[in-house]
């Protein structure tokens, strides 16, 4: 019996080493068969961690007025980048409204290219893979931090939220949610900057608890913390 299942376990190692999972592992590899007819929305966004006084801070989003949200956004994709999308049968979402940012990486793909999509996306070609855009439009161009203290940032990407293809109630279709976690690393000037801007604009920004962002509540409210906050912790 245990010769067995010594000799039963080699096999699937082989099998399963056999298997061109193009780096995504098993689940993703599964879903590109079983999506393959099938439009899934694809969503590829970047999110900062910044860390301050044991907390995170937050700003509170364009779209969802009454939210607060990690700084970050959707990655875009440049024009060279079109002959490939369009091999994937790609078409825009605008479902958002965002009917004017048609170089958004939200979209719909076939399922049966999700496998090529995550190599062309971490190939980073002809697309996006700086974060500081949105760090700018929204706490720099806004005004809440000041342009001189931020003129240098120094970041590293210290994970990834990737849960496979899901079932979106709110969006009524199947869905794959990516973001790249980057944590910023800041300097003592920077860190007096965010504590002054949180106390001078507190309907704009927030220092959210690891607590509240698990919670989705922050100093009490419920569900005013975007249900992708908790992403920074890398627990979900």
């Not at 080493?17 to 098993?26: E, F, I, S, Y």
């Given at each position: 019996g245990?010769?067995?299942s010594?000799?039963?376990?080699?096999?699937?190692?082989?099998?399963?080493d056999?298997?061109?999972?193009?780096?995504?592992?098993?689940?993703?590899?599964l879903?590109?068969?079983?999506?393959?007819k099938?439009?899934?929305?694809?969503?590829f966004?970047?999110?900062?961690?910044?860390p301050?006084?044991?907390k995170y801070?937050?700003?509170?989003?364009n779209?969802?007025?009454r939210?607060?949200q990690?700084?970050?956004?959707?990655?875009?994709?440049?024009t060279?980048a079109k002959?490939?999308?369009e091999?994937?049968?790609?078409r825009?979402?605008?479902k958002m409204?965002n009917t004017?940012?048609t170089?958004d990486?939200?979209?719909f793909?076939?399922?049966k290219?999700?496998?090529?999509?995550?190599?062309?996306?971490?190939s980073m070609?002809?697309r996006?893979?700086?974060p500081?855009r949105?760090?700018?439009e929204e706490?720099?161009?806004t005004?809440?931090l000041?342009?001189?203290?931020f003129?240098?940032?120094?970041?590293?990407?210290?994970?990834?939220?990737?849960a496979?293809?899901?079932?979106?109630?709110?969006?009524?279709?199947?869905?794959?949610?990516?973001?790249?976690?980057?944590?910023?690393?800041l300097?003592g000037?920077?860190?007096?900057?965010?504590?002054d801007?949180?106390?001078d604009?507190p309907?704009?920004?927030?220092?959210?608890?690891a607590e509240?962002?698990?919670?989705?509540?922050y100093?009490g409210i419920?569900k005013?913390?975007?249900?992708?906050?908790v992403?920074?912790?890398g627990e979900?």
């Amino acid at each position: 019996g245990a010769i067995s299942s010594a000799l039963l376990g080699s096999v699937i190692s082989i099998i399963l080493d056999a298997v061109d999972t193009h780096g995504q592992g098993l689940r993703l590899w599964l879903q590109h068969f079983k999506y393959r007819k099938t439009d899934v929305r694809l969503s590829f966004s970047y999110l900062f961690r910044i860390p301050v006084s044991g907390k995170y801070l937050l700003v509170r989003g364009n779209r969802l007025k009454r939210q607060y949200q990690p700084v970050g956004g959707v990655y875009k994709y440049y024009t060279e980048a079109k002959p490939t999308l369009e091999h994937f049968l790609y078409r825009p979402d605008i479902k958002m409204g965002n009917t004017d940012e048609t170089d958004d990486l939200r979209i719909f793909i076939k399922g049966k290219y999700l496998l090529q999509f995550m190599d062309w996306f971490h190939s980073m070609q002809n697309r996006e893979y700086d974060p500081s855009r949105e760090f700018s439009e929204e706490l720099i161009e806004t005004g809440l931090l000041p342009a001189g203290a931020f003129q240098k940032l120094e970041y590293r990407k210290v994970g990834v939220h990737n849960a496979g293809v899901q079932y979106s109630k709110y969006t009524s279709c199947d869905e794959l949610i990516y973001a790249d976690i980057f944590e910023l690393k800041l300097t003592g000037e920077q860190t007096q900057a965010i504590l002054d801007a949180v106390r001078d604009h507190p309907d704009q920004l927030c220092l959210a608890s690891a607590e509240e962002l698990k919670s989705e509540c922050y100093n009490g409210i419920e569900k005013n913390i975007g249900n992708n906050a908790v992403w920074l912790l890398g627990e979900e």
